[in-house]
């Protein structure tokens, strides 16, 4: 198994080293699986359940003060799952792969998400909130009127970057597995749903590549960022030559900030961001 996760394209980290570590660690529980799409479900999952970062626990609030978190997941043979705007689930990418392989649909969203999380005994009513999403809370001032107005206006005025969601691509040399997960922009209208948990967006897998994304959504949902960089190695580019290239016709085209990771069928990777910074880590099972 190839494997390579990222930790989001944003700007510099404080503690970078205490990221990698994790990055690090979810890299190596991935490597050791069986199939690509439960190694970057297992690698997706250690990163949810780490504050760091924008994923699970430790996600971004929306303008009413929940956290809703986004995922998505594909494999090579087409097949895709998404889950979105769910409050009180840690392990979004669970509830994508339940999408993918026990319903007819590619993506399902808000309340009937969450119950159908319930519905397939994935944990739900969690605390997503850490001291450190409190404190932001509280210093960016949150309507205290309820109307949809107050909302709008606060969420124009302070809503955020794209900022460290996670997300995964691995191989085994036959098929390919791409996933991300996220709690979205920072301070987002309620109900605002990004580029993570739709195909081609912020996750796309065909037989030649596996790619996930990470940065402004809205930018990266309507350009289609992680489709063209599949559909670059499909036409013959290396993943890292696909990624570079899509990348800065992304950043042209859009004028926005993102990340992108890719991997090919025969193990070669690509990594490629226009922001500050973008931590990765990757492995192949030779070296574990
Ligand atoms: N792309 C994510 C979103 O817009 C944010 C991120 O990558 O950090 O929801």
Same mark, same amino acid.
């Given at each position: 198994?190839?494997?390579?996760?990222?930790?989001?394209?944003?700007?510099?980290?404080?503690?970078?080293?205490?990221? @990698?570590?994790?990055?690090?660690?979810?890299?190596?529980?991935?490597?050791? =699986?069986?199939?690509?799409?439960?190694?970057?479900?297992?690698? /997706?999952?250690?990163? $949810?359940?780490?504050?760091?970062?924008?994923?699970?626990?430790?996600?971004?609030?929306?303008?009413?003060?929940?956290?809703?978190?986004? +995922?998505? %997941?594909?494999?090579?043979?087409?097949?895709?799952? +998404?889950?979105?705007?769910?409050?009180?689930?840690?392990?979004?990418?669970?509830?994508?792969?339940?999408?993918?392989?026990?319903?007819?649909? /590619?993506?399902?969203?808000?309340?009937?998400?969450?119950? %159908?999380?319930?519905?397939?005994?994935?944990?739900?009513? =969690?605390?997503?909130?850490? $001291?450190?999403? &409190?404190?932001?809370?509280?210093?960016?001032?949150?309507?205290?009127?309820?109307?949809?107005? +107050?909302?709008?206006?606060?969420?124009?005025?302070?809503?955020?970057?794209?900022?460290?969601?996670?997300?995964?691509?691995?191989?085994?040399?036959?098929?390919? !597995?791409?996933?991300?997960?996220?709690?979205?922009?920072?301070?987002?209208?309620?109900?605002?749903?990004?580029? /993570?948990?739709?195909?081609?967006?912020?996750?796309?897998?065909?037989?030649?590549?596996?790619?996930?994304?990470?940065?402004?959504? $809205? !930018?990266?949902?309507?350009?289609?960022?992680?489709?063209?960089?599949?559909?670059?190695? *499909?036409?013959?580019?290396?993943? @890292?030559? *696909?990624?570079?290239?899509?990348?800065?016709?992304?950043?042209?085209?859009?004028?926005?900030?993102?990340?992108?990771?890719?991997?090919?069928?025969?193990? @070669?990777?690509? #990594?490629?961001?226009?922001?500050?910074?973008?931590?990765?880590?990757?492995?192949? &099972? $030779?070296? #574990?």
């Amino acid at each position: 198994m190839d494997l390579l996760v990222h930790g989001g394209a944003g700007s510099a980290p404080d503690d970078p080293h205490a990221r @990698q570590t994790v990055l690090d660690a979810a890299a190596a529980v991935g490597v050791d =699986c069986e199939r690509p799409v439960a190694a970057v479900t297992a690698a /997706v999952r250690r990163l $949810e359940a780490d504050p760091q970062f924008n994923a699970g626990v430790g996600s971004a609030v929306q303008s009413d003060g929940v956290i809703r978190t986004d +995922a998505g %997941l594909m494999t090579s043979d087409g097949s895709a799952g +998404a889950a979105g705007a769910m409050a009180g689930v840690k392990h979004a990418i669970d509830v994508a792969r339940v999408v993918k392989r026990e319903t007819p649909h /590619v993506l399902v969203v808000g309340e009937p998400a969450v119950s %159908l999380a319930d519905s397939a005994d994935i944990e739900t009513a =969690c605390d997503l909130w850490t $001291e450190r999403t &409190r404190e932001r809370w509280r210093a960016a001032d949150p309507p205290d009127d309820d109307s949809p107005d +107050a909302h709008l206006s606060w969420a124009r005025e302070h809503f955020g970057d794209g900022h460290d969601t996670v997300g995964a691509v691995a191989t085994d040399g036959r098929r390919l !597995a791409a996933a991300t997960s996220t709690g979205g922009r920072w301070f987002a209208l309620a109900g605002r749903v990004g580029d /993570v948990p739709q195909v081609g967006a912020g996750f796309y897998a065909t037989p030649g590549a596996a790619v996930s994304t990470t940065g402004d959504g $809205e !930018a990266i949902l309507r350009f289609g960022l992680a489709r063209r960089v599949a559909d670059a190695v *499909a036409d013959g580019e290396s993943p @890292q030559h *696909a990624a570079d290239r899509v990348l800065r016709g992304f950043a042209t085209e859009t004028g926005g900030g993102a990340g992108v990771i890719v991997i090919g069928a025969d193990g @070669q990777t690509g #990594t490629a961001y226009n922001t500050d910074a973008m931590q990765t880590a990757k492995l192949a &099972r $030779e070296d #574990t």
